[in-house]
């Protein structure tokens, strides 16, 4: 199956600074790939559909200039994590879908520890 | 709305124990039902899937039946192993995006 890897894994950061997470897809070529976030011991909540080429889809609620999202190209991914605050504490995965006959499978990454602050 | 609701954690078992944890859902028409397993310190994996109704999906060990008279996709192990601990999450796709139930956590005692 495909490899989907993200760095940095874990990350401290202080209130006010940004931070980017990279999300790769080692594999095969990805014109979309999905943010989430996942708080302590709840379920993963999608952010956002990174899209190649195109402006990211938000998820209702989500802050899109606050989580900024740039699909550089078909194997790479970013979100970045502006002017971080403590709740934006948070486990930041992403994943890749597997295309063709499997489409709606999904491929995660390890995920990201973000805490600031 | 469409929505997934899965049994809470955490669900401790002994070494050999049969396992079940339910998963139900809540969705227009009939869409794929999967169970993705998270170990620790690792991201999510799939386990298994169906894709229709009185679809068995198996892997590991694990099994779970899409029941389309009572919406449910319940995860069953007969013999669970300590390597097993893990979080479990069902999940299903509606539309184009997979939806997660909360996670459930499985730990199994030697």
């Known amino acids: 199956g495909a490899v989907v890897s993200q760095h940095p894994s874990r990350v401290i950061c202080k209130s006010g600074t940004s931070v980017k997470i990279e999300c790769r897809s080692l594999d095969f070529q990805a014109t979309t790939m999905f943010w989430y976030r996942q708080f302590p011991k709840k379920s993963l909540m999608l952010m956002a559909t990174s899209n190649e080429g195109s402006k990211a889809t938000y998820e209702q609620g989500v802050e899109k200039d606050k989580f900024l999202i740039n699909h550089a190209s078909l194997t790479l991914s970013t979100l970045t994590v502006t002017s971080a605050h403590p709740e934006d504490s948070s486990f930041y995965i992403c994943s890749v879908p597997s295309g063709g006959d499997d489409a709606e499978t999904q491929y995660f990454g390890p995920g990201t520890r973000l805490l600031v602050l | 709305g469409n929505s997934v609701t899965q049994m809470e954690g955490p669900v401790t078992l002994s070494e050999e124990a049969f396992l079940t944890i339910n998963c139900t859902y809540t969705a227009t028409g009939y869409p794929s039902l999967f169970w993705y397993v998270q170990y620790p310190g690792e991201g999510l994996q799939l386990l298994l899937k169906?894709?229709?109704?009185?679809d068995k999906g198996s892997n590991k060990g694990f099994e779970a039946t899409y029941r389309k008279e009572t919406t449910s996709f319940h995860l069953e192990k007969g013999s669970v192993q300590v390597s097993d601990s893990a979080v479990y999450f069902c999940a299903f796709h509606p539309g184009n995006m997979l939806t997660f139930g909360g996670g459930t956590r499985l730990m199994v005692k030697p």
């Open positions: 169906a894709t229709k109704a009185d």
